[in-house]
């Protein structure tokens, strides 16, 4: 698990074709990488790979044909800059939402368009994740925690203050740019229940317990 907020932008060290699926080679800048070990999960714009090597200041991730497909990972170039996130501690702050690093799919940047210091940013995505997205509910894009500010269909839109622009890859996005968006967890719980043909509710064990009933 992750929480969405980065830690650092990397750069895209190398790429090597591996039949058919790639191994992907990231410079982690000043990222340190001292309490991760071989097999832990990395965060890389926002999509959760295990490293396989690591090095003082970079790690490899073989990403599957799958990912490459589903995700932006499969647009990268060396030199492209990545949001990295090591996985979450039970110890650390929870400063963003619960992030999985698994993605829903992708976005597309629309507009950006300056507000004051800050820069209002509009995504549209597939009908099929829109429908988890909710004005003032979380989004994670690109590996980042955001607010939604509205919705209207397909698209929504948020509010990048400037030190999430200049601490993120968002820096280097224009519009048109894909984006990978993963919903909040709570959303596709709670549509698992719905379409159980079930409404959700505690335990009535559980209420009576605690004196709700």
């Given at each position: 698990?992750?929480?969405?907020?980065?830690?650092?932008?990397?750069?895209?060290?190398?790429?090597?074709?591996?039949?058919?699926?790639?191994?992907l080679?990231?410079?982690?800048?000043?990222l340190?990488?001292?309490?991760?070990?071989?097999?832990?999960?990395?965060?890389?714009?926002?999509?959760?790979?295990?490293?396989?090597?690591?090095e003082?200041?970079g790690?490899?991730?073989?990403?599957?044909?799958?990912?490459?497909?589903?995700?932006?990972?499969?647009?990268?170039?060396?030199?492209?800059?990545?949001n990295?996130?090591?996985a979450?501690r039970l110890?650390?702050?929870?400063?963003?939402h619960?992030?999985?690093?698994?993605?829903?799919?992708?976005?597309?940047?629309?507009?950006?368009?300056?507000?004051?210091?800050?820069?209002?940013w509009?995504?549209?995505?597939?009908?099929?994740?829109?429908?988890?997205?909710a004005?003032?509910g979380?989004?994670?894009?690109?590996?980042?925690?955001?607010?939604?500010?509205?919705?209207?269909?397909?698209?929504?839109g948020?509010?990048?203050i400037?030190?999430?622009?200049?601490?993120?890859?968002?820096?280097?996005?224009?519009?048109?740019?894909?984006?990978?968006?993963?919903v909040?967890v709570?959303?596709?719980?709670?549509e698992?229940?719905?379409?159980?043909?079930?409404?959700?509710?505690?335990?009535?064990?559980?209420?009576?317990?605690?004196?709700?009933a």
């Amino acid at each position: 698990m992750f929480t969405g907020i980065i830690q650092t932008v990397g750069r895209v060290a190398r790429l090597e074709p591996r039949g058919g699926d790639v191994r992907l080679h990231v410079d982690t800048a000043d990222l340190d990488l001292a309490d991760v070990q071989l097999g832990d999960s990395i965060a890389v714009s926002g999509v959760c790979l295990t490293a396989i090597t690591l090095e003082p200041r970079g790690f490899s991730a073989d990403v599957s044909n799958e990912t490459l497909s589903l995700t932006s990972l499969g647009q990268l170039k060396a030199g492209d800059p990545v949001n990295l996130e090591k996985a979450l501690r039970l110890a650390d702050r929870l400063g963003g939402h619960l992030v999985s690093g698994h993605v829903d799919g992708l976005g597309k940047v629309v507009s950006i368009t300056p507000d004051g210091r800050s820069q209002r940013w509009t995504f549209e995505v597939p009908a099929a994740i829109s429908r988890y997205i909710a004005a003032k509910g979380s989004v994670c894009i690109d590996g980042t925690s955001l607010t939604v500010n509205e919705v209207a269909g397909s698209r929504f839109g948020v509010n990048l203050i400037p030190h999430t622009v200049e601490h993120t890859a968002f820096h280097a996005r224009r519009a048109g740019d894909a984006v990978n968006i993963e919903v909040d967890v709570i959303a596709r719980y709670v549509e698992r229940l719905l379409a159980s043909g079930g409404t959700p509710r505690l335990d009535e064990a559980f209420l009576k317990q605690h004196g709700f009933a």
